[in-house]
């Protein structure tokens, strides 16, 4: 219902809602957007979740902006990180791609790999709302 209530509102497609959840499930947002720490952000995703106990106990967003961003384009994604990316996000952290970098490299969330949704106002600009709203940030 949250997250209804917040797309009637006008807000971002992404996902993640910036309101704190009633629930105790801490909730992280990632900053990726160097693309040589692609393979090092994703493990610690997964070794993030494994160390909370599983994907019902901590809630990830991962947001991708800069050189980072075209490390996921379907043309350029090596298989090792389509196969990890893949397990973020059916672990269910949320894919969000920076809406600066995708016009700025002239990419659309079509041309990444599965799962991302387009952030409209900006990655940074994301990430600091999500922090306003209590969310940790992470930028390994």
Not at 28 to 55: C, W
Not at 118 to 135: F, I, M, S, Y
Request: a neutral charge; charged letters at 20%; aromatic letters at 4%.
């Amino acid at each position: 219902a949250r997250l209804a209530a917040a797309g009637a509102a006008g807000l971002t497609a992404f996902r993640v809602s910036e309101v704190a959840a009633d629930d105790e499930v801490p909730r992280v947002a990632y900053h990726l957007s160097d693309r040589d720490k692609v393979q090092f952000v994703l493990g610690n995703i997964e070794n993030h979740i494994k160390g909370m106990g599983g994907p019902g106990k901590v809630r990830i967003a991962l947001v991708v902006n800069g050189p980072a961003l075209t490390a996921f384009a379907t043309g350029e994604i090596n298989a090792d990180v389509a196969r990890r990316l893949k397990q973020a996000a059916d672990a269910g952290v949320e894919l969000g791609a920076c809406g600066n970098t995708l016009d700025a490299t002239k990419l659309s969330v079509a041309d990444l790999a599965p799962g991302f949704v387009r952030v409209d106002e900006g990655g940074v600009v994301r990430l600091a709302k999500l922090q306003a709203a209590g969310w940790a940030y992470l930028r390994p």
